[in-house]
């Protein structure tokens, strides 16, 4: 069984980075077929695709936020993690980390963290 | 992008009651078509899969239908753990994008 544990700081000011790291166990980062995701929802409930790092190390962004937006993965540490640069209060959201499961489907999502932009 | 539109936005039933919950896409998506299950202060749980396929796990009174454009939900005989939120989601093309959600809330 797949787990996924999202951790990172909850408040982040206005224009500085968000930085967020999915740990995951039960599965391995670099095995075929797997694609790890991060995703974000709204207050008003609605879910954005951010992006993915598949088991290649190749990594594919939404374009709305291809801009500021980084995916890395340390092997080693089976973990990936998410960098979001310049951001406003409507960067504000719970940020989930997933895996999805061949570019299919979001099998396993992690507990997700609440980000709040504000100074 | 595809956009994912669900409806109704809520519905109101009851124990026992069979619903139905629509989604339709932009564009031919078929059959990567995802619903997934919210409980509140939870991630969204998967249900079913490509269109049809259940989950491991989900109980099978959860069906979903569809083809191009045009996705079900179905759950029928509801059950108390059943009132929850349902959002759909296409992965035929990135960026993946999900609708707003169904929420399904005791009569």
């Known amino acids: 069984q797949v787990q996924l544990q999202a951790s990172g700081p909850g408040l982040v000011e206005p224009s500085q980075t968000l930085s967020l790291t999915c740990s995951v166990s039960?599965?391995?980062?670099?095995?075929?077929?797997?694609?790890w995701s991060w995703i974000r929802q709204y207050p008003g409930k609605g879910l954005e695709w951010i992006g993915y790092?598949?088991?290649?190390?190749?990594?594919y962004f939404n374009p709305s936020l291809k801009s500021r937006v980084t995916i890395s993965r340390d092997t080693s540490n089976s973990h990936f993690s998410l960098k979001l640069t310049s951001v406003t209060a409507a960067d504000t959201a719970v940020y989930y980390c997933?895996?999805?499961?061949?570019?299919?489907?979001?099998?396993?999502w992690g507990q997700g963290i609440l980000v709040t932009v504000s100074s | 992008d595809i956009q994912m539109t669900q409806s109704p936005p809520s519905l109101s039933a009851s124990v026992g009651d069979t619903v139905t919950l629509t989604c339709r896409a932009s564009q031919n998506i078929s059959p990567y078509l995802n619903w997934y299950q919210q409980k509140p202060g939870k991630a969204p749980a998967l249900l079913i899969y490509k269109t049809s396929s259940l989950q491991n796990g989900v109980p099978s009174r959860f069906s979903g239908s569809g083809s191009g454009t045009d996705f079900t939900l179905t759950i029928t005989s509801l059950q108390p753990e059943d009132f929850q939120t349902y959002f759909c989601?296409?992965?035929?093309?990135?960026?993946?994008?999900f609708g707003q959600g169904t929420k399904v809330d005791i009569k």
């Open positions: 790092i598949n088991y290649r190390g190749n990594t």
């Open positions: 997933t895996r999805d499961y061949n570019g299919l489907y979001f099998d396993f």
């Open positions: 039960g599965g391995s980062i670099t095995g075929g077929a797997s694609y």
């Open positions: 989601q296409q992965s035929h093309s990135t960026p993946y994008t």
